[in-house]
């Protein structure tokens, strides 16, 4: 399995968003780390990388709501996604008569592949409109009006997004 490490590469140049993806990689990587071990330190370490996701997530998709994105945008759905498959993980390898890591342990080297896609796409767009925007995540406010059109932005802005 490809340790997934935190390199420049994965940098977008927005600071807040950075800090919390080195952190993702990094409780991603010891979570990966844990697959040798005792179950139980295993699910702990999986569980701390699930809660950090819930508060990643939620942050991303708080700014998109506060720069005229719509709320079923593309970039949130697959959070959405990602973030249920990964409780659905957690809760499986949880179950006290019969845990099951599997889906766990498939997941770990999933999201190490998908993480890089993400950011690079949907979340490296995100951060060039925010950017364009003049977002201060501090404040919650925009440099520049937003929606002055009225038009949410249902895609994610992203190559892949149609
Ligand atoms: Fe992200
Ligand atoms: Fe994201």
């Known amino acids: 399995m490809t340790t997934l490490a935190w390199s420049d590469s994965l940098a977008l140049q927005h600071p807040q ?3 919390t993806h080195e952190e993702f990689v990094a409780l991603l990587a010891s979570t990966e780390a844990s697959l040798a071990g005792p179950e139980p ?10 809660e950090h996701t ?19 945008n ?8 990602v973030l249920g498959v990964m ?14 890591f599997e889906p766990l342990r ?8 998908w993480f890089p896609q993400h950011a690079q796409m949907m979340d490296a767009a995100l951060a060039q409109h925010l950017e364009a ?3 201060d995540p501090v404040s919650g406010q925009c440099r520049e009006a937003i929606g002055a ?6 895609g994610c802005g992203g190559g892949s997004c149609g």
């Open 54 to 72: 819930v508060a990643h997530f939620d942050q991303e998709d708080r700014w998109m709501a506060a720069t005229g994105f719509a709320p079923e």
């Open 41 to 50: 330190a295993l699910l702990a370490s999986f569980e701390a990388l699930v």
């Open 17 to 19: 968003m950075d800090a």
């Open 106 to 113: 498939v997941a770990v080297g999933e999201l190490a592949v």
């Open 133 to 135: 925007v003049g977002f």
């Open 149 to 154: 059109d009225g038009e949410a932005i249902s």
């Open 87 to 100: 409780q659905e993980c957690a809760k499986r390898a949880a179950l006290a008569d019969a845990p099951d």
């Open 74 to 81: 593309c970039h949130a759905f697959q959070h959405q996604a």
